[in-house]
């Protein structure tokens, strides 16, 4: 018998995860559609919900982060875009959720920035690298700009954002 509570618990913590990702996609594509154009594409706070995601889901944050992102640039118009970002998105929500991943204890300031960061690293080197491939070196170091004011106003948005996260018990 406990066998089967046990199999029903572990049922209903994997179909909130999925609820959650969801969910958190949707909000990752919401974000992402508040988009500021650019020279060569769009800066969005997309970023600071994935993020936030990750903040809340740990390293699941991965669902959320690649697609919702990814239909994103479907919907705007940028095919050549899509799979690159599926797997840069996708790697900035599982690397601050490995980082974020939820210890015993509330994580320190420190942490939510460092995740935040190391994220947003991901992001700049990983467009770059994606930008620098396809179109050329002038074009790459021209995207560097806006991705870093994206990166930034993710992270003064998505770290006090994630206290309230918390606080709130999404």
């Known amino acids: ?5 046990e199999t029903g618990k572990k049922r209903k913590s994997s179909l909130h995860l999925i609820a959650a990702c969801g969910i958190m ?3 990752v594509f919401l974000g992402t559609q508040l988009r500021i154009p650019t020279s060569i594409g769009y800066m969005n706070l997309g970023d600071a919900v994935i993020l936030a ?14 697609i919702g992102s990814a239909l994103s640039d479907l919907i705007a118009g940028y095919p050549a875009y899509i799979v690159p970002t599926f797997v840069i998105k996708g790697l900035m929500g599982v690397v601050a959720g490995l980082i974020m991943k939820p210890p015993a204890h509330e994580p320190k300031l420190f942490m939510r920035i460092a995740a935040g960061i190391v994220a947003e690293i991901i992001m700049v080197s990983g467009y770059f690298v994606f930008e620098y491939f396809i179109y050329g070196s002038a074009p790459a170091v021209a995207s560097v700009p806006f991705n870093l004011i994206q990166a930034g106003a993710a992270l003064i948005i998505a770290v006090p954002g994630s206290y ?3 606080k709130i018990r999404v």
């Open 25 to 27: 996609a949707a909000f």
């Open 53 to 66: 995601a990750s903040y809340v889901l740990g390293p699941a944050a991965f669902f959320p982060a690649a």
């Open 1 to 5: 018998m406990s066998e089967n509570k």
């Open 164 to 166: 309230l996260l918390r």
